[in-house]
């Protein structure tokens, strides 16, 4: 999944540290400004896989298509993932959550969305892939870098004025 690292404010949090500054809460802010900028990308390229329409003949294997319902629950069950820290590092990822209205035999309760996302960005044996998660990361990474770095200059610039 979709990370991030982003070098050069060691310096500016040491200083604020030792002002007694709560650094936790600007990781989050900053980690969370970068995310949203990757989520927002993982979603247009959801928006732009090839879509069907239609009956697909189960004779057309593997698929090079996802369906418009398909993809309605991708973007559906999109989201960052609740803030990890460990170490002093606070880290996230984008994620799928929850089940999709896509019920089968064996999924009762509806297709995981996260398998769905899987099979479409790895692939299988009957869906060809297509890498989006990794196309989105790739094409938002700097936009990424400087919206976090952007969100913790600001966090620290308020704490540091009160």
């Known amino acids: 999944m979709p990370s991030i690292k982003v070098d050069g ?32 990308e993982v979603v247009k390229q959801i928006e732009a896989l090839p879509e069907q329409r239609g009956y697909l003949p189960k004779d057309q294997l593997p698929r090079d298509v996802i369906t418009p319902r398909e993809k309605e629950q991708l973007l559906k069950h999109i989201g960052i993932a609740p803030m990890d820290n460990k170490g002093g590092t606070v880290s996230t990822r984008i994620s799928f959550d929850g089940y999709t209205d896509i ?60």
């Open 103 to 162: 019920v089968t035999k064996k999924y009762t309760k509806g297709l995981p969305a996260v398998l769905v996302a899987r099979s479409i960005n790895s692939g299988s044996s009957v869906r060809t892939k297509h890498p989006f998660m990794r196309q989105a990361q790739a094409a938002a990474k700097s936009r990424a870098i400087e919206a976090a770095e952007k969100a913790a200059r600001e966090a620290l610039g308020k704490m540091m004025e009160d």
């Open 9 to 40: 404010l060691e310096d500016v949090f040491a200083r604020f540290k030792a002002i007694g500054g709560d650094i936790e809460g600007v990781q989050k802010q900053a980690v969370y400004a970068g995310m949203a900028v990757i989520r927002d």
